[in-house]
């Protein structure tokens, strides 16, 4: 069962090997003209890299995929509150 858990926690996200100099920029709180200029992009390249990073990075947070790619049970987030008049 042990494993199962930790399985369950472990996510892997695969980027492109040309796309991590992409996402480490990122990291450091570059811009897309920054990333353009220090991998010698054209400005539309690197924005579409970044973006696509950033969807990749999102798409890797979802907590209903495992490592292994099982779906698990959606999130369950709470309604907000009523508002009282």
Do not use: F, N, Y
């Amino acid at each position: 069962m042990g494993s199962d858990l930790a399985a369950s926690a472990t996510k892997v996200i695969v980027l492109p090997v040309e796309d991590l100099p992409v996402m480490a920029l990122l990291a450091a709180g570059a811009d897309t003209s920054e990333i353009a200029r220090a991998l010698g992009l054209e400005a539309r390249e690197a924005g579409r890299r970044a973006s696509r990073v950033i969807g990749l990075l999102q798409a890797g947070s979802d907590s209903r995929t495992d490592a292994a790619g099982q779906m698990g049970p959606r999130p369950h987030r709470r309604a907000a509150p009523a508002e009282r008049s």
